[in-house]
């Protein structure tokens, strides 16, 4: 299983990045699909997560409101809409996954549960 996020970049506050997140080699469809970013000398924290087959996205509450994650399962990639950029947006944003089929919803706590990450994609947001 291959994991490989795209879409970052610089953005001045109030705009808009789209991210990407590809899986190779396995269905999304069973998979949980989460997204974290990690800020310069701060922790690696969740920022929201989908998972999928109906259930409601969870997100941070920090980005309520302004970001949106979704999947298309035929593409077999997710996707991380993030609006109303703020510089406390700024680090670096990961995607990774796990698979639970017999649970309705993701976790952004539990770190540990994410089996296969991406590589990280940089994402700045200063005027």
């Known amino acids: 299983l291959r994991v490989v996020e795209s879409g970052g970049g610089l953005v001045q506050p109030g705009g808009s990045l789209k991210l990407s997140c590809v899986v190779s080699?396995?269905?999304?469809?069973?998979?949980?699909v989460g997204w974290f970013r990690e800020a310069p000398g701060k922790e690696r924290e969740g920022v929201a997560c989908a998972p999928g087959r109906g259930y409601r996205a969870v997100y941070q509450d920090s980005v309520k409101g302004r970001f949106i994650t979704y999947r298309n399962n035929a593409e077999n990639t997710g996707y991380l809409q993030m609006n109303s950029l703020k510089p406390d947006d700024t680090g670096v944003y990961y995607c990774?996954?796990?698979?639970?089929?017999?649970?309705?919803?993701?976790?952004?706590?539990?770190?540990?549960?994410?089996?296969?990450w991406g590589q990280g994609t940089q994402v700045t947001v200063s005027s």
């Open positions: 990774a996954v796990y698979e639970d089929p017999d649970a309705g919803t993701c976790t952004l706590l539990r770190q540990a549960r994410y089996t296969d």
């Open positions: 080699e396995f269905p999304l469809d069973h998979l949980k």
